[in-house]
Nanobody, 116 residues
Framework: QVQLVESGGGLVQPGGSLRLSCAAS????????MSWYRQAPGKERELVAY????????YYADPVKGRFTISRDNAKNMVLLQMNSLKPEDTAVYYC?????????WGQGTPVTVSS
């Protein structure tokens, strides 16, 4: 049974930091590109960052570049998203995603609220 379980979301003040975690099981994690997406209220889901299967290649959307860092631990089947210098516009539900060809898996999401 495939599972992607996100954790680490919550309420944080502007300028603060959060670290999101995604625990994967039920598939060969080390073969999959892993990504974080987010969906703000009333908006479409958007790609935040992705990391290649070996971790050697990463991509960041322009709004988070320089503030967010994606990483993975293939031994633990985990992908992380370190979020620094958070802004109110980062408020969204954050989803973990695993992709390999036409096979795509999604987590249930973890909410992040940036507010004073």
């Amino acid at each position: 049974q495939v599972q992607l379980v996100e954790s680490g979301g919550g309420l944080v003040q502007p300028g603060g930091s959060l670290r999101l975690s995604c625990a994967a099981s039920g598939f060969t994690f080390s073969r999959f590109v892993m990504s974080w997406y987010r969906q703000a209220p009333g908006k479409e889901r958007e790609l935040v960052a992705y990391i290649s299967p070996t971790g050697t290649t990463t991509y960041y959307a322009d709004p988070v570049k320089g503030r967010f860092t994606i990483s993975r631990d293939n031994a633990k089947n985990m992908v992380l998203l370190q979020m620094n210098s958070l802004k109110p516009e980062d408020t969204a539900v954050y989803y973990c995603n695993g992709g390999l060809g036409s096979t795509v898996y999604w987590g249930q999401g973890t909410p992040v609220t940036v507010s004073s």
